[in-house]
């Protein structure tokens, strides 16, 4: 049984790093993609970064590059987005993600293509 397990979150101030963790298990998942999406109340999820599976190439949305940098362990299992210079507009619940097979480039951002997500984490980033 696949399970994503997803121990960071916090509150922070604007300009503060945060680093994110999301642990998986079940199966192997080097040639799985894995991503993080957030949500905000009322609003669909949104695609924040992704990495290929295979040894892929890492995507990241226009809205957190340069400042949000995600990387993979597939020896350990494990994803991470490391959260620099956040902002208020990043507080949302953040979530890993991961499929059984992999998407194509154009899909890799579409919440729906994904088999399977962590519980969620708040990220609060205060004025």
């Known amino acids: 049984q696949v399970q994503l397990v997803e121990p960071g979150g916090g509150l922070v101030q604007a300009g503060a790093s945060l680093r994110l963790s999301c642990a998986a298990s079940?199966?192997?998942?080097?040639?799985?993609?894995m991503a993080w999406f957030r949500q905000t109340p009322g609003k669909e999820r949104e695609f924040v970064a992704a990495i290929r599976g295979g040894g892929g190439t890492t995507h990241h949305a226009d809205s957190v590059k340069g400042r949000f940098s995600m990387s993979r362990d597939n020896a350990k299992n494990t994803m991470h987005l490391q959260m620099n210079s956040l902002r208020p507009e990043d507080t949302a619940v953040y979530y890993c993600?991961?499929?059984?097979?992999?998407?194509?480039?154009?899909?890799?951002?579409?919440?729906?293509?994904?088999?399977?997500w962590g519980q969620g984490i708040q990220v609060t980033v205060s004025t």
């Open positions: 079940g199966r192997t998942f080097r040639m799985s993609d």
């Open positions: 993600a991961t499929n059984n097979n992999r998407l194509i480039l154009s899909r890799l951002r579409v919440a729906k293509k994904y088999d399977y």
